[in-house]
């Protein structure tokens, strides 16, 4: 009762406050007009033909060989690179939460291996693999003397996605096993079980709702993955790159829209799943911190296999990493290794470099604060507010999530080149910098909502209740108490923003026009022709700017509080 009569106060406090209200009804267009509608549309191409509904276009798609071989692809890689992914994560977080290491190079190592592929561009990996283990590779032809290797197709696949997607297992499971109480593991020792048995029999199944949690967020991740198959990919095509070969080569939007349905029905089902099921039995498994501080081992029959294996696979990702600015000083790859700075020269002489990077840079700078706003405001209806709508405004925002960017990028296409906005108001929006401004806030949105969730969640309700209290309405409540609260949630949500902006590739690349250089896109296209030099170099100069601009981001961020990107991203 006394709920009741609190939820239906809160409900006139909203009433009574205009801007919030206002708040309220542009949100709700916003994901409706961003979000829901370009998927609404996918279902109107697919389902609606000149004759009425109709299953006519399913039925055309099904019977391609091409779809149903990319769907059984894209299966078999999702599973297989989830299960990778998890047990390489779970290795990096139980070593950096349980193990004591030798020296703090190895710590400070893995914790910055198990991060890089996060902030770093999408298909960096894609090419060093093939600079590495392809035909003119320096291990295969140089060390091993193999000179018809090839690395395109599944396997290449599979190294890369695993390499790029266990940071985000890690991240999740990191989190997990330090909210695990070590009296739990302790008692079992002290009753004399092996370390192997403590950990299959105590804390393995304290994490396991989250593992499985984790290997759904990849799964999807994987699926729903562009740059990397079809930089490596070869002949082996997934759902992602067929969309876009269906568009781009068979011009065959209806056919590309129905593959794109069935592709998010995939991913849709895969979150549901995660967020509701999995992710609400992974925080009752561990319902609070740790009770004190946990006693690290020390015993070299587990510390040092542990670190050959984390070492191994940080050796590895170290070495893919360095191999992209010597690709992009070597005379030619694979026959002349004489340095000559030619690749970076003729990035800004004969390939709009300068373009390129001013694009990329301004467009995501433009989307990263906007995106980090929209999510603290999202975050603070949804933890802070009682309204009807509230629902449909987080588990919209959060749908993005499970919208490859693939789909996204069709959906844009049929929604405001050829749907109800051809002409009106958003005519102009087709083709525009606004256009891809919009895509970089909807892709980063979920991201930055969780993480001001979580933070919001922290605070006292009374803290804000005072400043009410004392006449201030929620706009100014916002301002001066909750956003300085959440300062540092916000700020890391900016960074992590622009990195997913100037990165992004698999919903631009079908949205960009000619008169937009972005560098994911010029990258893309030079690895396909194979003029690796000019591609290596276009990444070289992403990456610098990138972890540039994470730098000095961070600097700026310690200036008003605690960083916490390096948690986050």
Same mark, same amino acid.
């Given at each position: 009762?006394?709920?009741?009569?609190?939820?239906?106060?809160?409900?006139?406090?909203?009433?009574?406050?205009?801007?919030?209200?206002?708040?309220?009804?542009?949100?709700?267009?916003?994901?409706?007009?961003?979000?829901?509608?370009?998927?609404?549309?996918?279902?109107?191409?697919?389902?609606?033909?000149?004759?009425?509904?109709?299953?006519?276009?399913?039925?055309?798609?099904?019977?391609?060989?091409?779809?149903?071989?990319?769907?059984?692809?894209?299966?078999?890689?999702?599973?297989?690179?989830?299960?990778?992914?998890?047990?390489?994560?779970?290795?990096?977080?139980?070593?950096?939460?349980?193990?004591?290491?030798?020296?703090?190079?190895?710590?400070?190592?893995?914790?910055?291996?198990?991060?890089?592929?996060?902030?770093?561009?999408?298909?960096?990996?894609?090419?060093?693999?093939?600079?590495?283990?392809?035909?003119?590779?320096?291990?295969?032809?140089?060390?091993?003397?193999?000179?018809?290797?090839?690395?395109?197709?599944?396997?290449?696949?599979?190294?890369?996605?695993?390499?790029?997607?266990?940071?985000?297992?890690?991240?999740?499971?990191?989190?997990?096993?330090?909210?695990?109480?070590?009296?739990?593991?302790?008692?079992?020792?002290?009753?004399?079980?092996?370390?192997?048995?403590?950990?299959?029999?105590?804390?393995?199944?304290?994490?396991?709702?989250?593992?499985?949690?984790?290997?759904?967020?990849?799964?999807?991740?994987?699926?729903?993955?562009?740059?990397?198959?079809?930089?490596?990919?070869?002949?082996?095509?997934?759902?992602?790159?067929?969309?876009?070969?269906?568009?781009?080569?068979?011009?065959?939007?209806?056919?590309?829209?129905?593959?794109?349905?069935?592709?998010?029905?995939?991913?849709?089902?895969?979150?549901?799943?995660?967020?509701?099921?999995?992710?609400?039995?992974?925080?009752?498994?561990?319902?609070?911190?740790?009770?004190?501080?946990?006693?690290?081992?020390?015993?070299?029959?587990?510390?040092?296999?542990?670190?050959?294996?984390?070492?191994?696979?940080?050796?590895?990702?170290?070495?893919?990493?360095?191999?992209?600015?010597?690709?992009?000083?070597?005379?030619?790859?694979?026959?002349?290794?004489?340095?000559?700075?030619?690749?970076?020269?003729?990035?800004?002489?004969?390939?709009?470099?300068?373009?390129?990077?001013?694009?990329?840079?301004?467009?995501?700078?433009?989307?990263?604060?906007?995106?980090?706003?929209?999510?603290?405001?999202?975050?603070?209806?949804?933890?802070?507010?009682?309204?009807?709508?509230?629902?449909?405004?987080?588990?919209?925002?959060?749908?993005?999530?499970?919208?490859?960017?693939?789909?996204?990028?069709?959906?844009?296409?049929?929604?405001?080149?050829?749907? #109800? &906005? @051809? !002409?009106?108001? /958003?005519?102009?929006?087709?083709? %525009?910098?606004?256009?891809?401004?919009?895509?970089?806030? $909807? *892709?980063?949105?979920?991201?930055?909502?969780?993480?001001?969730?979580?933070?919001?969640?922290?605070?006292?309700?009374?803290?804000?209740?005072?400043?009410?209290?004392?006449?201030?309405?929620?706009?100014? #409540? &916002? @301002? !001066?108490?909750? /956003?300085?609260?959440?300062?540092? %949630?916000?700020?890391?949500?900016?960074?992590?923003?622009? $990195? *997913?902006?100037?990165?992004?590739?698999?919903?631009?690349?079908?949205?960009?026009?000619?008169?937009?250089?972005?560098?994911?896109?010029?990258?893309?296209?030079?690895?396909?022709?194979?003029?690796?030099?000019?591609?290596?170099?276009?990444?070289?100069?992403?990456?610098?700017?990138?972890?540039?601009?994470?730098?000095?981001?961070?600097?700026?961020?310690?200036?008003?509080?605690?960083?916490?990107?390096?948690?986050?991203?």
């Amino acid at each position: 009762m006394a709920r009741t009569q609190s939820a239906e106060l809160d409900r006139k406090k909203l009433l009574a406050d205009p801007i919030m209200i206002t708040t309220i009804v542009v949100l709700i267009a916003f994901l409706t007009l961003f979000i829901l509608y370009p998927l609404a549309i996918l279902l109107v191409d697919s389902f609606i033909t000149e004759r009425g509904p109709s299953l006519e276009v399913f039925q055309r798609i099904f019977e391609m060989h091409t779809f149903t071989t990319a769907i059984t692809n894209t299966l078999a890689v999702g599973l297989l690179v989830s299960v990778a992914s998890a047990l390489v994560g779970l290795l990096f977080a139980y070593v950096e939460v349980y193990v004591k290491l030798r020296t703090r190079f190895l710590s400070g190592l893995f914790k910055v291996v198990s991060m890089l592929p996060v902030v770093s561009p999408p298909f960096v990996l894609s090419l060093s693999v093939i600079m590495l283990f392809g035909k003119a590779g320096i291990i295969t032809r140089y060390l091993l003397g193999i000179y018809d290797n090839s690395v395109y197709g599944f396997w290449g696949i599979f190294v890369v996605q695993t390499l790029t997607f266990f940071p985000v297992c890690y991240m999740m499971l990191r989190g997990l096993l330090k909210n695990i109480d070590p009296s739990l593991e302790e008692a079992a020792r002290d009753m004399g079980a092996s370390r192997w048995k403590v950990f299959t029999s105590v804390t393995l199944p304290l994490v396991l709702p989250g593992l499985g949690n984790a290997f759904l967020v990849t799964f999807i991740e994987s699926i729903a993955d562009f740059a990397n198959p079809m930089i490596i990919g070869g002949s082996y095509d997934t759902l992602a790159t067929t969309i876009y070969l269906q568009i781009t080569g068979a011009y065959d939007k209806e056919g590309a829209a129905a593959m794109a349905v069935v592709l998010l029905c995939i991913t849709l089902l895969m979150f549901i799943v995660q967020k509701y099921v999995l992710e609400a039995k992974s925080t009752a498994t561990l319902t609070g911190k740790a009770s004190r501080a946990r006693m690290l081992i020390t015993d070299r029959s587990v510390t040092l296999p542990l670190t050959i294996l984390c070492g191994a696979v940080a050796l590895f990702v170290v070495i893919m990493y360095i191999c992209v600015p010597f690709g992009a000083l070597f005379k030619t790859w694979g026959y002349d290794f004489s340095l000559t700075p030619k690749w970076f020269i003729q990035v800004f002489e004969r390939y709009h470099g300068f373009e390129a990077f001013r694009d990329s840079f301004v467009l995501s700078l433009i989307a990263a604060p906007l995106t980090a706003l929209l999510s603290m405001i999202i975050s603070y209806l949804v933890v802070k507010r009682n309204f009807r709508t509230k629902g449909f405004i987080e588990f919209v925002s959060m749908l993005a999530m499970a919208v490859p960017g693939t789909v996204l990028g069709v959906g844009f296409i049929r929604g405001f080149s050829a749907g #109800v &906005f @051809r !002409t009106g108001f /958003l005519q102009g929006l087709y083709g %525009s910098a606004a256009i891809l401004v919009i895509v970089f806030i $909807v *892709r980063s949105l979920p991201t930055g909502t969780r993480s001001g969730i979580s933070a919001l969640r922290q605070i006292d309700k009374s803290i804000e209740e005072s400043a009410y209290d004392m006449g201030a309405d929620s706009f100014t #409540v &916002f @301002r !001066t108490v909750t /956003l300085p609260l959440i300062k540092d %949630s916000f700020l890391s949500g900016l960074v992590t923003a622009f $990195v *997913r902006s100037i990165t992004a590739i698999s919903a631009i690349i079908l949205l960009v026009t000619p008169q937009f250089f972005l560098i994911t896109v010029q990258i893309n296209e030079f690895a396909e022709k194979g003029s690796y030099g000019i591609a290596c170099a276009f990444a070289t100069i992403l990456i610098a700017i990138t972890y540039g601009s994470v730098l000095l981001m961070n600097l700026a961020i310690k200036h008003f509080g605690t960083s916490k990107y390096t948690e986050e991203a």
